[in-house]
């Protein structure tokens, strides 16, 4: 049984940081490829950021490139994204997601993606 538990989200000002964690459960976490998604109020679901399952390659939306770093630790079952440099544009739930294959390639569409979690949410205040 896979589960993806969020956390770290929260209320921050412009030009602030948080990071976020996503604590997964299985026993082959090391061979899954994991990504970060957000939706925002009244929007669709958007991809933010993706990691390989050696964390050896990563993706990033271009609206997030250069503020956010995704990374993982596979020991600890553990997906972060380090979000910097916030803007009221990144308010959203944040909801990280494993993807379908083992040792799958980075995606940046939803679909690939078989198990989610319950999501996190940040709020960036002007």
């Known amino acids: 049984q896979v589960q993806l538990v969020e956390s770290g989200g929260g209320l921050v000002q412009v030009g602030g940081s948080l990071r976020l964690s996503c604590a997964a459960s299985?026993?082959?976490?090391?061979?899954?490829?994991m990504g970060w998604f957000r939706q925002a109020p009244g929007k669709e679901r958007e991809f933010v950021a993706a990691?390989?399952?050696?964390?050896?390659?990563?993706h990033y939306a271009d609206s997030v490139k250069g503020r956010f770093t995704i990374s993982r630790d596979n020991a600890k079952n553990t997906v972060y994204l380090q979000m910097n440099s916030l803007k009221p544009e990144d308010t959203a739930v944040y909801y990280c997601?494993?993807?379908?294959?083992?040792?799958?390639?980075?995606?940046?569409?939803?679909?690939?993606?078989?198990?989610w979690g319950q999501g996190t949410r940040v709020t960036v205040s002007s």
């Open positions: 299985g026993r082959s976490f090391s061979s899954w490829t």
């Open positions: 990691i390989t399952w050696s964390g050896g390659s990563t």
């Open positions: 997601a494993k993807n379908r294959a083992a040792y799958g390639p980075i995606s940046a569409v939803g679909t690939a993606y078989d198990y």
